[in-house]
């Protein structure tokens, strides 16, 4: 089993709908957890940052985190085309200092 | 915000040179850089947790005499690859924290780096 799993996608959304992206973990003493954008060929950068049970909103992105699931998903309202990128859901385990990520899931926001 | 530099952005060279990538963190302190490394269409993989003033920690499978990391300040780690070879071929991204576990990761703009 992997540490962090993701459906790779593609998703595809028309501009302006909610995509919705999950996420589930296998190391249930995992305590921080992290949603990154990336852009084909560039570094990942930070969207999300999520801690405790329930949701974290920013903007048009919400984050919801439902640890006793090992859960954790990407909710972006009014999708844009410029969301077009692949989000990698990333998490930082039990005695661990790094994060591990998911394979990641490729969106699509249809103009 | 915390600020990641990576140097240089993209390498092409011969089978059999080595290579240096440097991260440095530009406005704070990072006494923990991580290094990943992520081929085409796949995910980032750790290969080392850079340690300043002692040594890095690999993961499993990833050969420390081939990838050398020093970390000799709190703002700079070095990434070597030695005597690269085609399947070296990959992008290298470096990573650091500011402060504590519940900050986030931040990452360098990644190096492409194309071995002939």
């Known amino acids: 089993q992997k540490e962090v799993e993701q459906n790779s996608g593609p998703l595809s959304v028309p501009e302006g709908a909610i995509a919705s992206l999950n996420c589930t973990y296998s190391d249930r003493g995992s305590q921080s957890f992290f949603w990154y954008r990336q852009y084909s060929g560039k570094s990942p950068e930070l969207i999300m940052s999520i801690y405790s049970n329930g949701d974290k909103e920013d903007g048009r992105f919400t984050a919801q985190l439902n640890k006793a699931s090992q859960y954790v998903s990407l909710l972006i309202r009014d999708s844009q085309p410029s969301d077009s990128a692949t989000y990698l859901c990333?998490?930082?385990?039990?005695?661990?200092?790094?994060?591990?990520f998911g394979s990641g899931t490729r969106l699509q926001v249809q103009p | 915000g915390a600020v990641v530099s990576q140097h240089p952005s993209w390498v092409i060279c011969k089978s059999g040179t080595s290579v240096k990538i440097e991260c440095r963190s530009l406005?704070?302190?990072?006494?923990?850089m991580f290094w990943y490394r992520q081929f085409p269409k796949q995910s980032l993989m750790l290969m080392a947790t850079?340690?300043?003033?002692?040594?890095?920690?690999?993961e499993q499978g990833v050969e420390k005499d081939k990838f050398l990391i020093n970390h000799a300040s709190l703002t700079l780690s070095t990434l070597t690859v030695t005597s690269a070879h085609p399947e070296d071929s990959s992008f290298y991204i470096c990573?650091?924290?500011?402060?504590?576990?519940?900050?986030?990761?931040?990452f360098g703009d990644g190096t492409r780096l194309s071995i002939l």
């Open positions: 990573s650091a924290r500011d402060r504590g576990l519940e900050q986030p990761q931040h």
């Open positions: 990333a998490v930082i385990g039990t005695g661990r200092r790094a994060l591990t």
């Open positions: 406005d704070f302190q990072a006494t923990t």
């Open positions: 850079s340690n300043e003033g002692s040594k890095a920690t690999y």
